[in-house]
């Protein structure tokens, strides 16, 4: 029987430090230890899959916490019956005792984790639903202020208004135009559009 710790960051910027500090404290060797750095939306991570194909029945799994899972519970949730039901691997989260397969094999037990799982997922779901009508609300108040999203629009250099005036006089194309000013060609034709409020010719 073999004891794997998974650990799961973020981004590549988080410190996967405290997570290994706590899973090789618990005894796992580091050799079981598996990284991925990545979003805990789905389970398509390469090294989580890795450990899994690893993995035999009577193995235990050890995560610092239920989040390092993943993030999306009802998954998650999938997840977890799938490795201690149907790979009969124990599962021990670090974080939450009472979140310990080993401890509760019986029938009992496995419905106490469901619950648990049920109520964090939950309790994700309207966190996130909270986080998403407070970035909403957030960004309408911005808007009320005055405050404008997204890039802002490049500035006309002055050799424009020459250019635009030999563009319509059919001097200039649209293409050597925009050469000149070093921009793109639709740049271009939309900065014509917009000062003529017409649709140019290509």
């Not at 989040?67 to 999938?78: F, H, K, Q, T």
């Amino acid at each position: 029987m073999t004891t794997y710790g998974y650990i799961r960051i973020s981004t590549k910027g988080q410190n996967e430090a405290r997570q290994e500090i706590a899973l090789e404290k618990y005894g796992v060797d580091r050799q079981h230890i598996f990284l991925d750095k990545q979003s805990g939306k789905n389970f398509e991570r390469p090294e989580y899959q890795k450990m899994l194909r690893l993995m035999s029945p009577g193995d235990s799994l050890i995560i610092k916490s239920i989040d390092r899972l993943g993030r999306n519970y009802s998954e998650v949730l999938e997840q977890w019956r799938f490795i201690t039901q149907h790979k009969k691997i124990s599962i021990v989260v670090l974080d939450m005792p009472i979140l310990d397969t080993r401890h509760y094999r019986d029938l009992i037990g496995r419905l106490i984790s469901d619950i648990i799982l049920e109520v964090l997922s939950c309790v994700a779901e309207m966190e996130h639903a909270f986080n998403k009508q407070r970035q909403a609300e957030g960004i309408q108040v911005a808007k009320d202020k005055g405050v404008r999203f997204g890039r802002k629009p490049m500035r006309r250099p002055p050799e424009f208004a020459a250019l635009h005036l030999d563009f319509n006089a059919g001097n200039i194309s649209a293409r050597k135009a925009a050469k000149i000013l070093g921009i793109t060609h639709r740049t271009f034709l939309r900065w014509v559009k917009d000062k003529t409020g017409e649709q140019p010719m290509v």
